[in-house]
């Protein structure tokens, strides 16, 4: 009996555990980059994954919650950033934004795919799977 319930208590509070760092990982927000700092990030980041967006583009602000819940679910392994075009258009030029939303992940430095549009969250999932494998 003892070890039944010495059981049960370790995995709540391995639920417990798990639970709250999602929560906490629920909470990362991309980082903000631009024409100074875009560089550096594709430098510096393995993996990442860049939103372009501007504050006037209604289906900019549908993504935006997306691209945060992606975020904080890839922690650790994605890096996550947002370009505002209006704001920084060198690196807008540089990657030849015509559209808004557009999301360009990035491996290693190069772009390894695009994905334009208001986009549901599981299409950009998919490709965000693909981009770890």
């Known amino acids: 009996m003892d070890d039944e319930l010495e059981s049960i208590r370790k995995r709540y509070i391995t639920d417990i555990l798990n639970n709250a760092d999602k929560k906490e990982a629920k909470k990362m927000e991309p980082v903000v980059l631009t024409d100074r700092t875009f560089d550096e990030a594709l430098k510096n980041d393995k993996i990442l994954v860049v939103d372009f967006w501007a504050t006037w583009c209604a289906p900019c602000r ?3 919650p997306v691209i945060e819940e992606l975020a904080g679910e890839y922690a650790g392994r994605i890096n996550f950033g ?3 075009v ?3 258009p060198h690196v807008s030029a540089k990657f030849d934004i015509r559209s808004i939303p557009t999301v360009i992940m ?5 772009v390894v795919d695009t994905s334009i549009g ?3 969250k599981q299409m950009l999932e998919a490709k965000l799977k ?4």
């Open 62 to 64: 549908f993504l935006s």
């Open 82 to 84: 947002k370009v505002d």
């Open 86 to 88: 209006d704001e920084n």
């Open 106 to 110: 990035f491996k290693n430095g190069k």
């Open 118 to 120: 208001a986009v549901p």
């Open 130 to 133: 693909r981009l770890l494998n």
